[in-house]
């Protein structure tokens, strides 16, 4: 596969996950909305926090309204990371590697990018009921993946594919976790109280945690919560879970076998995933949380990076010889 090619297939599915968890984090945004006490406001710049673009919103807008920050995190073309800008870099990228979708992922791929557009021609966040057009983006995303995942061949395009999408897991899982423990955390007085749990099975639903959740641990506590979300083995959208198959799909792609690494993206990627896999949950929370998910943001940043100089990046002298060529 050409490298200008699986870039391509590579950010397909980061941006078909961002705006996964976009939509999904706008949803339960609704839902906590409903349940808080009449006297407290709604939340949404937490939300913003999330994404890791507040200082782009602040640039541009003095408050945080439902309908200022929904614009902003779906339809608003200044911010990059956008569910609409999301949702059309996903479609540009999968256009250009057509050749590597199947016919009925191409399809619903275009069949969400008409409906996003549809809810900016129709100013969907401007409407009581925007909710559901967040939940079918959200369905319709889940079911892309769906039928991929039973359509599209395991090549290199499926690795390449999956190791974006894993990635990108990884660092919204990040970001939502460490925004609660930060932004959501209440007063000591509030702890354990009705508001806390509210903002917690928030939390879990954002990442569809909840079930899973009581189904592991049964009653809510923090210290558990960040053992599921970075931790747990099991759990798809843990923080560990995604590096680990991160690391498989980056394996497959290098043809690595055994122990060892091949190149400096599977050096930094093993490195992280062996040092998660060997910490348990008490190690994360005396290093500071925010402190641990900080770095492991970084970390994350640093893998792409070494990514994309591994598979991606023109080899500087073939460039230059090109060049004295033409």
Known sequence: MLSRVANCVYWLGRYLERSENYSRFIDVNFNLMLDLPPNLKEQWEPLIRATGDYQLYTDQYDNF??????????????????????????????????????????????????????????????????????REVK??????????????ARTEGWYISHLGQYLERADKTSRILDVKYHILLPSVDEVGSPLDFLHWTALLKSVSGFSTYRRFYGKLDPVRIVELLVLNKYFPRSIFFCLTNAELCLRSLSGTTGKGYSNSAEKKLGALQSKLEYEDVDDVISYGLHEYLDALQIEINQISDAIHDNFFKLNQEFTNQKNIQE
């Open 65 to 134: 309204d439902r309908e200022t920050a929904i614009y902003f995190l779906a339809f608003d073309e200044n911010n990059p990371n956008s569910l609409c800008t999301s949702i059309t870099k996903a479609r540009e990228n999968a256009r250009i590697a057509r050749e590597h979708l199947t016919k009925e992922s191409w399809e619903k791929l275009n069949e969400i990018y008409l409906y996003v557009k549809d809810g900016l021609d129709n100013e969907i966040w401007k409407r009581d009921d925007s909710a559901e057009f967040f």
């Open 139 to 152: 369905y319709g995303i889940q079911l892309l993946y769906g039928i991929a995942d039973n359509s599209v």
